[in-house]
């Protein structure tokens, strides 16, 4: 544990600094042993490594990708001329609907092709969006291809966001009938590294084989094991927090919460250190990583809001565009993330909408010293808002992820969610009404929370909203039958 003692306050803003970091990749050879990784090369670098990757994955997809090579005939594009990342413009973006239509069409069809290593024939397991955006999950492919890259992107993912082989991780991502990445990334990710891993085994119960546990039960196994590191979902471990405090549990081990999933504004990272505090640990790391299925894993945190980090920009190469045209967004400006995966052999994507409005940097970290892209907040205190969660309300185009991070700022709530509504349900016709449901926290004075919550939202949406009271937290967001809180429901009937 000295180690860890020693670097237990390495990541906050006002300490962090390149030698450390440096210092913190010299305690460890799993790290210093990782000679080729591109963090601390220069721009120019980092660009050779992505379009010589690059060059090599357009081939493959132009031969062996169903969909890719059908696209490049249809729109008479000829990929030899596509010869850096600048050039991907050239591309038409892929659209989730794109995916959707047919996901086996975007997996390399390498099978029986003369020369391939058995590495990138065999599938070596599936993971699923959890989104149901256009309906089921869709299903991913990793080859065992795949499977090394991702071993090498959680190892220097862990890097950044200060994990180590000395740490005892906890995985509460919740076990349902979906393979999400949480689950199995954090799982995955302690094992790279070299740390121990238990798990909580929460989740949708299955009557035939009653296999999971309740939360008393995964706070007990994190409190046993002495946790250092929990992992999961932001509003499912904020959850957990709560209940082991009414539990009085020692949690006087824990350094690091990685809050993922989801959003985890500054306001929520205050609550759940303060909380943990009550339990006895001290400078608590709320590392908040962006993630999504597509690059099966995260981008990570070197300090919290210092921006979100692409461990390995030889795999992945993400742009900001503007989603009617394609037109690549300059550093700073806001769009939508697109990816394009640099080194697979499974499902590949190139120019792949992800659905989120960010903005990036490619500028030195100032933290850190890293040289990698970064995602930065957009909203407040949170890095991506979901262009499905953009709302036309009473005639304006509200952007629920600040209206969020303002929420989740003021204090005292347990849970919440935001519903747009009509003043009178059965009548679609009738006007808009902005409803927010709040499970306070227990001896929380009500009066003055709701004048707290009417003045963020008038400063973050410019309109008052109605406060309904919820007595149960569970009420508003179950952790037992869904995987994420459903932070915004559009509750309006649509118009014929």
Same mark, same amino acid.
């Given at each position: 544990m000295s180690r860890l003692k020693e670097i237990s306050d390495w990541w906050k803003p006002d300490v962090i600094t390149p030698e450390k970091v440096k210092k913190f990749i010299n305690m460890y050879p799993v790290f210093k042993n990782d000679v080729d990784c591109p963090a601390f090369k220069s721009q120019k670098e980092i660009l050779e490594i992505q379009n010589k990757n690059l060059r090599n994955q357009l081939e493959l997809c132009d031969k062996y990708s169903p969909y890719y090579s059908n696209l490049f005939k249809e729109q008479k594009i000829d990929v030899s001329k !596509?010869?850096?990342? =600048?050039? $991907?413009?050239?591309?038409?973006?892929?659209?989730?609907?794109?995916?959707?239509?047919? &996901?086996?069409?975007?997996? $390399?069809?390498?099978?029986?092709?003369?020369?391939?290593?058995?590495?990138?024939?065999?599938?070596?397991?599936?993971? @699923?969006?959890?989104?149901?955006?256009?309906?089921? *999950?869709?299903?991913?492919?990793?080859?065992?291809?795949?499977?090394?890259?991702?071993?090498?992107? $959680?190892?220097?993912? /862990?890097?950044?966001?200060?994990?180590? *082989? =000395?740490?005892?991780?906890?995985?509460?991502?919740?076990?349902? *009938?979906?393979?999400?990445?949480?689950?199995?990334? %954090?799982?995955?990710? *302690?094992?790279?590294?070299?740390? /121990?891993? /238990?798990?909580?085994?929460?989740?949708?119960?299955?009557?035939?084989?009653?296999?999971?546990?309740?939360?008393?039960? %995964?706070?007990?196994?994190?409190?046993?094991?002495?946790?250092?590191?929990?992992?999961?979902?932001? &509003?499912? !471990?904020?959850?957990?927090? @709560?209940?082991?405090?009414? $539990?009085?549990?020692?949690?006087?081990?824990?350094?690091?919460?990685?809050?993922?999933?989801?959003?985890?504004?500054k306001g929520m990272r205050a609550d759940m250190r303060r909380r943990v505090e009550s339990l006895g640990a001290e400078d608590v790391f709320i590392h908040n990583g962006w993630g999504f299925t597509e690059c099966q894993g995260s981008l990570s945190e070197c300090t919290e809001l210092g921006g979100n980090h692409n461990p390995d920009p030889g795999l992945y190469f993400l742009e900001i565009v503007d989603p009617e045209t394609g037109e690549r967004k300059a550093d700073g400006e806001e769009g939508v993330a697109a990816i394009t995966h640099l080194n697979r052999r499974g499902t590949v994507l190139l120019r792949y909408v992800l659905g989120d409005i960010v903005r990036m940097t490619h500028e030195s970290c100032p933290y850190c010293g890293r040289n990698t892209e970064r995602i930065m907040p957009v909203s407040g205190s949170v890095y991506a808002t979901r262009t499905k969660e953009l709302v036309k309300f009473k005639g304006t185009l509200i952007n629920p992820g600040l209206l969020k991070d303002t929420i989740e700022n003021v204090g005292g709530i347990a849970e919440y969610q935001i519903v747009f509504a009509k003043t009178d349900p059965k009548d679609p016709y009738s006007m808009d009404q902005l409803v927010l449901k709040v499970a306070p926290v227990a001896g929380v004075n009500r009066k003055d929370l709701e004048k707290k919550l009417g003045n963020a939202v008038m400063k973050a949406a410019e309109m008052s909203a109605k406060i309904e009271w919820v007595e149960k937290p569970s009420?508003?967001?179950?952790? @037992?039958? /869904?995987?994420? %809180?459903?932070?915004?429901?559009d509750a309006r009937p649509p118009l014929e």
């Amino acid at each position: 544990m000295s180690r860890l003692k020693e670097i237990s306050d390495w990541w906050k803003p006002d300490v962090i600094t390149p030698e450390k970091v440096k210092k913190f990749i010299n305690m460890y050879p799993v790290f210093k042993n990782d000679v080729d990784c591109p963090a601390f090369k220069s721009q120019k670098e980092i660009l050779e490594i992505q379009n010589k990757n690059l060059r090599n994955q357009l081939e493959l997809c132009d031969k062996y990708s169903p969909y890719y090579s059908n696209l490049f005939k249809e729109q008479k594009i000829d990929v030899s001329k !596509i010869k850096t990342v =600048d050039d $991907l413009e050239k591309l038409p973006l892929t659209t989730k609907m794109d995916y959707m239509k047919g &996901s086996d069409s975007f997996k $390399l069809k390498l099978a029986g092709v003369a020369g391939r290593q058995l590495f990138e024939l065999v599938d070596w397991n599936v993971t @699923m969006t959890t989104g149901t955006t256009y309906g089921f *999950p869709t299903v991913f492919w990793n080859t065992t291809h795949d499977e090394y890259s991702l071993l090498q992107f $959680l190892i220097r993912s /862990s890097k950044i966001s200060w994990g180590s *082989p =000395d740490d005892r991780i906890f995985n509460c991502f919740p076990f349902g *009938p979906v393979p999400h990445i949480g689950y199995l990334r %954090a799982i995955t990710a *302690p094992l790279a590294i070299g740390a /121990s891993v /238990s798990a909580g085994h929460t989740g949708m119960a299955y009557p035939e084989f009653p296999v999971l546990r309740r939360m008393d039960e %995964a706070i007990s196994i994190a409190e046993n094991h002495n946790s250092t590191i929990i992992m999961g979902i932001a &509003s499912y !471990i904020r959850r957990m927090i @709560m209940r082991a405090e009414e $539990l009085e549990v020692d949690f006087s081990n824990l350094r690091a919460i990685h809050a993922l999933g989801e959003p985890c504004p500054k306001g929520m990272r205050a609550d759940m250190r303060r909380r943990v505090e009550s339990l006895g640990a001290e400078d608590v790391f709320i590392h908040n990583g962006w993630g999504f299925t597509e690059c099966q894993g995260s981008l990570s945190e070197c300090t919290e809001l210092g921006g979100n980090h692409n461990p390995d920009p030889g795999l992945y190469f993400l742009e900001i565009v503007d989603p009617e045209t394609g037109e690549r967004k300059a550093d700073g400006e806001e769009g939508v993330a697109a990816i394009t995966h640099l080194n697979r052999r499974g499902t590949v994507l190139l120019r792949y909408v992800l659905g989120d409005i960010v903005r990036m940097t490619h500028e030195s970290c100032p933290y850190c010293g890293r040289n990698t892209e970064r995602i930065m907040p957009v909203s407040g205190s949170v890095y991506a808002t979901r262009t499905k969660e953009l709302v036309k309300f009473k005639g304006t185009l509200i952007n629920p992820g600040l209206l969020k991070d303002t929420i989740e700022n003021v204090g005292g709530i347990a849970e919440y969610q935001i519903v747009f509504a009509k003043t009178d349900p059965k009548d679609p016709y009738s006007m808009d009404q902005l409803v927010l449901k709040v499970a306070p926290v227990a001896g929380v004075n009500r009066k003055d929370l709701e004048k707290k919550l009417g003045n963020a939202v008038m400063k973050a949406a410019e309109m008052s909203a109605k406060i309904e009271w919820v007595e149960k937290p569970s009420d508003i967001y179950d952790p @037992m039958v /869904s995987l994420k %809180a459903t932070r915004v429901l559009d509750a309006r009937p649509p118009l014929e």
